[in-house]
Every structure is written in C-alpha cells, then in structure tokens.
C-alpha cells in the first residue's frame, strides 16, 4: 500500500473504526503492543487486549481476552502484533467470529499477502506493515 490509495484507507479505517482488538498485547510497558494500545486508548477507541497467557487481568478498562470469539459485542477493527506467519490464523479468526468488521491491521513487519487478500475477498479492509499510531501522527488525525 503506497501514496494516496494507501493513505485514503487508513484515513477511512481509522475514522469509522470504535472497538479495536489488539492481538498479542503484552502488559510490559516498554512493548510496543502495550503503547500502541495505550495510545489509541487514549485517542478515544475501546481497546480490548487479546492475549491468552494475560486472559482475566484489566487493562484499559477491559478485561484482557484468550482469543477474538471471547470479546463482548462488536470489533471493528483487529491490529495484529503477532509473527508475520501467525497473522493468517488470526485473520481466519477474525472473519470467522467477528461479524462487521471493518478492517484487519498488520502492525510494522506484519505481513501476509494471503491472509490480506481473504480479508479484502470477505469486505474487509487491510492495512500491512504500519503502525496506526505512526500512521495517526503523520496524517495529522
């Protein structure tokens, strides 16, 4: 994804997403799955973290999820922080349990040309290899 189709995707996700799901979200704060969640807490999203050695801790005012199917109500969008060869299962997941999702994201050197392409086949919008907090700053939103 470059230049301006790139840009007018992300624009369009991140303004229409609510509730992201952070998979692979770790407790330790000098992670980056930690910070990131934090920030787009901060920015106003509901952030529920997805990982199952942390499941039933609270974190962001959301109890910490094993999997996507345990989530309450709706996501919109799932940000991946997991090796580039588990994102597809992740993705398989999400399409499976999420009903209106709105887009998957892979975060930086998260990528699965694969997976991407059942997610776009399925409506669901795709973000590779990016940071939505970097992303947020550098487009200004």
Not at 13 to 23: F, M, P
Not at 60 to 74: K, Q, T
């Amino acid at each position: 994804m470059d230049g301006s189709d790139g840009d007018a995707v992300i624009r369009d996700v991140l303004g229409r997403v609510k509730t992201i799901a952070v998979v692979g979200w770790s407790p330790k704060p000098e992670r980056a799955s930690h910070g990131v969640a934090a920030f787009l807490h901060r920015r106003g999203y509901r952030v529920v973290p997805v990982n199952p050695g942390q499941a039933g801790q609270v974190a962001l005012g959301e109890v910490v999820r094993a999997s996507l199917s345990e989530i309450d109500g709706p996501v919109d969008m799932v940000d991946i922080f997991r090796r580039s060869e588990e994102a597809g299962a992740v993705v398989d997941e999400a399409l499976r349990v999420l009903p209106g999702l709105v887009a998957v994201w892979m975060q930086l050197g998260v990528v699965d040309e694969a997976a991407a392409a059942r997610a776009r086949a399925a409506g669901v919008a795709v973000v590779m290899d990016r940071c939505p907090a970097i992303e947020m700053g550098r487009l200004g939103l």
